[in-house]
C-alpha cells in the first residue's frame, strides 16, 4: 500500500513538474464529453489494428485542444456480456469472468500468470501502444472489444457501455521463474491487498495464488473531495465533475486549471489520500475497491 500511494504521488508530481504551460491563443475548447463520442468510434475502428491505435495515442498526445468537464457533467460507464472467449471476459456490474484456472505471483516488482505454474508472463496488452516504440512488440494476449455510448447532451451525461474479451497470442513471451513458491488456493475472505501489510493473508512476492476457473474479478470506485465524486451504484461508475475543469495536453505534458486563467497549479494545493483492498468474498470472487480523497485549496 505504501508503493501504491507513492506511485500515486510520483503522478501528480510528474504532473506538475512537467506542465506544458498555458495553451496557446488557437487552441479550441472542446467538452470531454463531446470529445467522447468522436473518440469511441475511431477507438471501436482500430481494435484490430496495432499501427492504426499507436497513431490514434500519437495524436492524441499533440493534440492542441482543451478538454472541458464543466461541472455537473457526468460519465457513467457500465460493462456488460456481449464479446467472449475461453479465457477472460466483461460480464454485468463492471466485473470479468475467467473462464481457465490461472495461477498469480510477483517477481522483480511484476505482476505475472501461469495456466500451468510453469511459463509464465506478464499481462502487457496496451489498448494504445507507445508512440515512442520503434518496433512493433508481440503482445501476450489479444483483445476484442466493442465501446458504445448514450449521449444526452441537455443534461451533460454520457452512458459508456463496454464489452472485452481477451485471449491469449502465440506470440506469448513467457519465462520460467528463478524460485519455487508454495501454491496456495483461492477460499473466502483471503485478503490479497490492504492499507495496513499486516492485515493480507498472503504474500504474492513470495507466493503462488491458484485462482480456479468461473472466478468473477469484480471492481468498485469511490472518490470524495471538491473536484470530482466517484461512485459505483447499480452497475454503473459514476463520475461527476463537482467544478469546472479545464486539461492541456502537449507531448506528454499537462496543464491544469480550474478557471481557464490559472495553469499548473501547485501540487501543494492539492491534498489527496488513497486506499486500495483487494479481497475474496467468496471462493470465486475477488474484490477490488477504490478509494481516494482528493481536494483542491485556492
Request: charged share 25%; aromatic share 12%; with cysteine.
Amino acid at each position: 500500500m505504501k508503493n501504491f500511494k507513492f506511485v500515486l504521488l510520483l503522478i501528480v508530481i510528474s504532473f506538475y513538474l512537467s506542465s506544458c504551460g498555458e495553451p496557446p491563443t488557437e487552441a479550441k475548447e472542446v467538452s470531454l464529453l463531446e470529445w467522447i463520442t468522436i473518440m469511441i468510434p475511431r477507438l471501436n475502428s482500430v481494435k484490430n489494428d496495432r499501427k492504426g491505435r499507436k497513431n490514434l495515442g500519437k495524436e492524441l498526445e499533440n493534440t492542441i485542444d482543451i478538454i472541458s468537464f464543466y461541472k455537473n457533467n457526468t460519465i457513467k460507464l457500465k460493462s456488460k456480456k456481449d464479446k467472449t472467449s475461453d479465457f477472460l471476459y466483461t460480464i454485468e456490474n463492471n466485473s470479468f469472468l475467467s473462464k481457465k484456472g490461472m495461477y498469480i505471483t510477483f517477481a522483480d516488482n511484476q505482476m505475472y500468470f501461469s495456466l500451468d505454474k510453469i511459463n509464465w508472463v506478464v499481462f502487457n496488452f496496451s489498448l494504445m501502444p507507445p508512440p515512442e516504440e520503434k518496433e512493433e512488440k508481440p503482445e501476450n494476449f489479444k483483445a476484442d472489444y466493442l465501446i458504445e455510448y448514450n449521449y444526452d447532451k441537455k443534461n451533460g451525461i454520457i452512458e459508456i457501455d463496454y464489452t472485452i474479451a481477451f485471449t491469449p497470442t502465440n506470440t506469448m513471451q513467457t519465462i520460467k521463474l528463478k524460485e519455487n513458491k508454495p501454491i496456495f488456493s483461492l477460499s473466502k475472505d483471503m485478503v490479497l491487498v490492504d492499507k495496513d501489510v499486516k492485515n493480507t493473508t498472503i504474500d504474492l512476492k513470495k507466493n503462488i495464488l491458484y485462482i480456479p476457473e468461473n472466478t468473477i474479478f469484480s471492481g468498485n470506485m469511490n472518490i470524495n473531495g471538491n473536484i470530482v465524486e466517484t461512485n459505483t451504484v447499480n452497475g454503473f461508475i459514476t463520475i461527476k465533475s463537482l467544478r469546472d475543469i479545464f486539461v492541456y495536453v502537449k507531448n506528454k505534458m499537462l496543464s491544469l486549471s480550474f478557471n481557464r486563467k490559472k495553469w499548473s497549479l501547485s501540487i501543494l494545493s492539492l491534498k489527496f489520500s488513497p486506499s486500495v483492498t483487494i479481497k475474496s468474498v467468496s471462493d470465486k470472487k475477488i474484490q477490488f475497491d477504490f478509494f481516494l480523497d482528493i481536494s483542491y485549496s485556492d
